[in-house]
């Protein structure tokens, strides 16, 4: 490009900075990007960012795959198929959209683990935590709904045993249920529904949250490892002092490790692409079992008995769960010491131990229950409850 | 001498207590010579065996039976002998008498010495000459099961005794009485005699391996005998035995069930091709239809038949290559015959490894989502042209074999290439690691970048 063609985009910004005044809002962006962030502020704090990095490639991918993606029971699949063998690159798109699911949900629990661990839920951020739950919570839905798209044996039935655990919420379960499946069963009204949750409703809804979650963050800047009457007191830029600026020094980590992450999914896609497997509806294959990021809950439900007092056991156990859920969202109004260092939150971080515990044991269980586990020459089967036969 | 001992008590008892005798000295002397001499009438007819007076005797009071319905007649044996009056209760036999066929048989029918059946004179089974006894059932059964009248009823042939005394088993029995050979209440359980179509009968085709396995398995008896004592076993591991759900023959099926005899070679072909036609014909049609095969031991011969070259109860195909397992049993070593038979072996195995390859190649479109019914169906067609080359083969024409796997592989050929485009082989993944390059070299610059940021000059 020659001079000629320099001065011509030249003259174009010049036309539309007098209309938009997009190189003053520019020099303000720059302005505030640039301040510091706390000195403490390291690599663990870059989870978040490659979250929205591998967030932008699923709705690359998702909007490649729909492209040619049919939403009826007679298509689905074979459209799935289709892509996977007949459209260029489409293997490697869908199982990077497949993939994407699971680093999404992955690096969004370490995210919301560093945040707690840190104390960045607290006064004044309560609100920031409280939308970055919500949108954990509609990650998960997203990869609930896109499990069912291939319309293939276990995605099928994935759902199936999905939406039986969502109808047996008191109350709202039957209704919330059937809206979801637009039925009694797993039908086409399902297929339908999901779709629409899965492309439209959850990403327009993602979409807004995640804007009022950062928003929150450059407003009110990540929380310094102080505690909230330190902040209060000394104020959050003098608590940043010494720290280095966010645009360049820190975005150069989250750049740095959002590439590493894309890098490492893309291989992941490459290696390990997931099989279609058969169309639903012609058997129930053995072995049906939720994603593991659902399997706990999934495990968490087994171990209730039939009947409380006359009333369905599941009933409490699903009651306790949305207990738990809405605690973990409302985390900041529960957890209202001011300490924000770890060594000072023992019981804090004790109960999160326990809970990480028993997490990830019904998370074990569950990926053992009716399964069978060949180790050092040993050989074992499991029951439903992940016990040894 | 403890019959006699019994005999001398009932008859003192009898003069005693029972009056019975007064006016049944017939049956009383039937009795007496009887397996049962040691009841009395009552123990069967309950009534007063005491009594002087005969209506007293036969009171009603006394559930005075005279005499008992065919059907209530087990019921009445079964007081004693309740395992085998239960069986019967199960056979076809107690059914017939059950819907009041008078042909029906009962106990009596066959455990009677009187040639007329009468309860009274019950046989004992160990004795050699009672009906049920080795030598005697197949005529006790004969009674009825020979008797066009009696069988029109139940709608059953009446050759069977003819059969069985034609066969081997029959004329060793009835003839030399060897009581090692079979008879009919060795294959057909006594009192329950379930019809060869039930599959609880031992001699329904499911179970003749292991009837006809008992004697015909027996190392030291069909040594004894001269006998193979491995050819059920082999029946046991060969096609046949798999697919006799779909009638493949079991036992009888190639041996008769009566008149089970050894086939003759010239009746071989036919019995196979009842079910193998496609071979059969082109056997016959082949060089092989006329020949002669004269076996250098016995200098029998016969026509050239399946069991030359298939094992006749293993009925496995040669193992390729042919000419060296099959037709080396009668053709020179360095003949064209054997050549020829090699060489459609080769094409035979061909045929067959293209077919698996098709069939891995769809399973894997198949886990992959692609159903492809058109496919399928080719493949079924290829399937089916495969199996008809084994057909060919009995032909004994390598130019048609030769053809045949010409146009069948030419459509396998085209088959795998429509295929292939639904399971894509292994992906070329050389990318990955010169990504990988790529990302530590650009990491490595954000690093350079940000010390640069971090040194005074930078800040």
Partial sequence: MGDHGLSLLGALADALDRRLGWRERRARAIADLSRPVPPHVGWAYTLGSTALALLVLQIATGIALALHYQPTPEAAHASVAHIQDRVRLGWLVRSA????????????????????????????????????????FITLALAFTGQLLPWSELSYWGAVVGLEQVRITPAVGPAAGDLLAGGPGVGPATLTRFYVLHILLLPALAAALLAAHLALVRRLGIAPLASTAEED??????????????????????????????????????????????????????????EWYFLAVYQYLKYWPSTIFGVPGEKFAVCLLIAATTAFAALPFLDRSPERRPARRKLALAVAGCFLFAWTALTLLGSLSENELSLFGHHWRFDTYGRPK | MKRLLLLAALASTASAENRCVDCHEPQQKLLADSAHLVFGCADCHNGREEAEDMDAAHSPAADFVGRPAPSDLARMCASCHEKETKAFELSPHAAATRRGDPGGATCISCHTLAATPTAHAIADCGDEGAPSGRFQVAATCARCHSDAEAMKRSGLRIDQFAQYRASAHGYNVLEEKEGDAA????????????????????????????????????????????????????????????????????????????????????AIRESCGRCHEGPARELAAGPHGPAVHTDPATLASAPVHCAHCHDAHGGAKPLPPYGATACAACHAADSHEIAEGNAMSDLSA??????????????????????????????????????????????????????????????????????????????????????????????????????????????
């Fill in chain 1, 233 to 290: 007191a000394q104020g959050h830029d003098a608590l940043c002092a010494g720290g280095d600026p966010y645009v360049p020094h820190h975005i150069l980590k989250e750049a740095a490790v959002a590439i590493v992450a894309a890098a490492a999914l893309v291989t992941a896609a490459a290696l390990w692409p997931p099989e279609l497997g058969a169309r639903a509806g012609r058997t129930t294959p053995p072995g049906i079992r939720p």
């Fill in chain 1, 97 to 136: 959209h497949a993939w994407g699911a699971h680093f999404l949900v992955a690096l969004l629990l370490a995210h919301a683990a560093r945040v707690f661990l840190t104390g960045g839920h607290k006064k004044p951020r309560e609100l920031t935590w409280v939308l970055g739950a919500k949108l954990l």
């Fill in chain 2, 183 to 266: 008879t009919c209440a060795d294959c057909h359980s006594p009192h329950e005699a379930p019809s060869a179509r039930d599959p609880r009968s031992e001699t329904h085709p499911r179970n003749q391996a292991h009837l006809c396995g008992a004697c015909h398995g027996d190392v030291k008896l069909m040594t004894e005998h001269g006998k193979d004592p491995g050819v059920v076993a082999k029946w046991q591991a060969s096609a046949h035995a798999r697919n006799l759900d779909l009638g493949a023959p079991s036992c009888a099926g190639c041996h008769g069930a009566h008149y089970s005899h050894v086939p003759e070679p010239a």
């Fill in chain 2, 350 to 459: 061909a045929l067959h490894t293209d077919l698996v390859a098709l069939h891995q190649k769809l399973e894997e479109a198949r886990r992959r989502g692609h159903d492809l019914p058109s496919c399928r169906e080719t493949l079924s067609a290829l399937d089916a042209r495969t199996h008809d080359f084994a057909s060919l083969v009995h032909g004994v024409s390598p130019a048609k074999c030769a053809a045949e796997r010409e146009a069948v592989g030419k459509e396998s050929k085209a088959l795998m290439g429509r295929l292939s485009e639904f399971t894509p082989g292994e992906r070329r993944l050389w990318w990955v690691p010169v990504m990988w390059v790529f990302v530590f070299l650009g990491v490595g610059l954000l690093f350079l970048k940000a010390r640069k940021l971090k040194s005074p000059q930078g800040r």
